[in-house]
Each structure stands twice: as C-alpha cells, then as structure tokens.
C-alpha cells in the first residue's frame, strides 16, 4: 500500500518546517496632531521589509475594511485617531517613526502616538521607535492538514 503526504506551504510554516504564514491581524491606532503632514512611520519584520508604513496621513499595509478615522472636533490640537488592523506573520517587528519638521508628534495640549499589537509609542523630537512581537497562529489549511480543524 502506498502511501503519500503532501504538506502545503501554510502547513509547512505552521509546522515549524518553513517560513510563517500570514495569519494574524494585528491592530493599529495612531493618534494625529493638527501637524500630521509632518509624521510618517514604517513597520520593519526582522528581515528588514517594510510590512507597513504611514508618510503624511496615507496609509499602506492596512487590511481592506478594517481602515476608519475618528476626527476630533473638540480639541483642537487633537486632529483625529486613525485605526486600523494589520494581518502580520509570526515574529517581532520595529517600528520606526519621524517628524519631518523635528518639533515632535505633539501640539497645544495634545501628543500623537502610535500602537501596534503590544508595543507603542511616540516622536519627542524628529524620531522614535519602538518593538512588538506577533505570536504564531497556524494557518487555517494547516490545522486541517494536521487533523485539528473543527
């Protein structure tokens, strides 16, 4: 009786025998001051990809309708909150973040901010960074593979 397995490549990532698959969303908030223009970040994996960025309010690596603004119309140092989900791989990822201007993410009364999965933080002057770590998730296929999926 021959046999044969045949292990797909979201099952091989999830296994461990190859690279991650994608398959965890991970969410995004980012806090504007009125002086937006002057702020981007990127999201860099531990391979040195830019997974996601930001650069003078346009957004790029965020999944498709998870994206909304919340303008704020009380303060006005406070421009809006951004929101939104990533769908990373499994690993750790720095985040670097700019102000063009070198002034900083803040104005008046109000500091912008950025937080990604477990990490956060802001631009004091003309940088900033922080890390998070993405936990592993298998993918869907590969749980199926696997004989787990219910």
Do not use: C
Not at 30 to 39: A, P, T
């Amino acid at each position: 009786m021959n046999k044969r397995f045949m292990l797909t490549a979201a099952g091989a990532a999830a296994t461990g025998i190859a690279g991650s698959a994608s398959a965890v969303l991970v969410d995004m908030e980012n806090g504007l001051d009125r002086w937006f223009g002057e702020h981007s970040w990127q999201v860099i994996s531990s391979g040195s990809t830019v997974v996601a960025s930001m650069a003078a309010g346009t957004y790029y690596g965020i999944v498709d309708g998870t994206f909304s603004v919340v303008s704020n119309t009380v303060d006005t140092s406070h421009f809006a909150t951004v929101y939104g989900q990533m769908d990373l791989a499994s690993g750790t990822y720095n985040v670097q973040m700019q102000d063009s201007y070198g002034d900083g993410w803040a104005w008046g009364a109000y500091t912008g901010y950025l937080a990604i999965g477990s990490g956060s933080g802001t631009v004091s002057a003309a940088s900033g960074s922080f890390s998070f770590t993405v936990a592993g998730v298998p993918a869907p296929g590969a749980l199926a593979l696997l004989g787990l999926a219910g």
